[in-house]
């Protein structure tokens, strides 16, 4: 199992480094659309729509990504990354009147609130309510969340390699924190009757790693010399210290609130994994859960406190 691990990891290294290096931004664009489209597949199979309407699915959600990052004028197949000077300008939403409805700024603080409100829903509720739910409303609702997710990508793409690297390991490092600390103190479970294995004091240290990671990272953003800012310091520049702490506290719990709400959906369906596409990490939901909120959730953060 784990050389199967290793080699599954190494391949998708292999494919991903290329991307994120290319100057244009459609080669990581493509790859994610790709993923995504089979995450949407997922979502459908473990709500009780499997064969051809999980391939739809899939295809809609693939579909949808680009209909709206058209719409919004997001880049996606030009350069990858924006000008520094027009980094918190009107085409990427940051610093942007919050007029009509279509405009990024929107998109992000619409996802903010549909994973808060989720997010309290799914610590509330449970798996009492989820499959009492109509179906169609769940792959509506999954619909949403993977096209809020790979806009997200492809926007924080194009704020720099940077900025997209501080978001990933933000979620990496609020993982590894609440797997170490859950292990060592963990007494009070979080959530037992979706994930038992998750404790408050799990969250608490997957916190405390965000924010040593945060110090470290933009120590290294004033000293070496980077493409551009990342999450922490532009938050910094937004929110203040004691701002920032908190915002990072926020997407790491929001983190969190992912992996419990894809764990949701698999104890419902009865399923371990969310399908077997990557063999010895199981479905692409398994790998990307906690960054389906983090993702938009951060461009949100960064439309309020540049806006």
């Given at each position: 199992m784990l050389?199967?691990?290793?080699?599954?990891?190494?391949?998708?290294?292999?494919?991903l480094l290329p991307t994120l290096a290319a100057q244009a931004a459609w080669p990581f664009a493509i790859l994610t659309l790709v993923f995504i489209s089979a995450a949407g597949w997922e979502w459908s199979r473990l709500n009780e729509a499997p064969g051809a309407r999980a391939v739809i699915m899939g295809a809609a959600v693939?579909?949808?990504?680009?209909?709206?990052?058209?719409?919004?004028?997001?880049?996606?197949?030009?350069?990858?990354?924006?000008?520094?000077?027009?980094s918190l300008g009107h085409v990427h939403g940051w610093g942007h009147p919050l007029v009509g409805f279509a405009?990024?700024?929107?998109?992000?603080?619409?996802?903010?609130l549909i994973w808060v409100l989720g997010g309290a829903a799914v610590l509330r509720?449970?798996?009492?309510?989820?499959?009492?739910?109509?179906q169609l409303l769940r792959r509506l609702l999954g619909l949403a969340l993977l096209v809020l997710a790979w806009l997200a990508l492809v926007e924080s793409k194009a704020q720099g390699l940077n900025y997209l690297l501080s978001v990933f390991c933000l979620v990496w490092a609020a993982d590894i924190g609440a797997y170490f600390g859950g292990r060592t103190f963990g007494k009070?479970?979080?959530?037992?009757?979706?994930?038992?294995?998750?404790?408050?004091?799990?969250?608490?240290?997957?916190?405390?790693?965000?924010?040593?990671?945060?110090?470290?990272?933009?120590?290294?953003?004033?000293?070496?010399?980077?493409?551009s800012p990342s999450l922490y310091s532009r938050l910094l520049m937004g929110l203040g210290?004691?701002?920032?702490?908190?915002?990072?506290?926020?997407?790491?719990a929001m983190s969190v609130v992912g992996d419990l709400f894809e764990s949701l959906i698999k104890r419902q369906a009865g399923?371990?994994?969310?399908?077997?596409?990557?063999?010895?990490?199981?479905g692409v939901l398994d790998r990307i859960d906690a960054l389906?909120?983090?993702l938009p959730l951060s461009l949100a953060l960064m439309t309020l406190c540049h806006g």
């Open positions: 050389k199967q691990r290793v080699i599954t990891a190494l391949i998708l290294v292999a494919i693939a579909g949808s990504c680009l209909f709206v990052a058209r719409y919004l004028g997001l880049s996606v197949w030009g350069a990858s990354q924006a000008p520094v000077s027009d405009t990024p700024a929107i998109i992000w603080l619409a996802a903010l509720f449970g798996t009492a309510h989820w499959k009492q739910s109509p009070n479970k979080l959530a037992p009757s979706i994930s038992p294995g998750k404790s408050w004091e799990g969250v608490w240290s997957g916190m405390l790693a965000v924010a040593l990671l945060s110090a470290i990272w933009i120590w290294i953003d004033r000293n070496v010399g980077v493409d210290p004691v701002g920032m702490l908190a915002a990072l506290a926020f997407l790491a399923a371990k994994d969310s399908s077997q596409l990557l063999p010895g990490h199981g389906l909120p983090v």
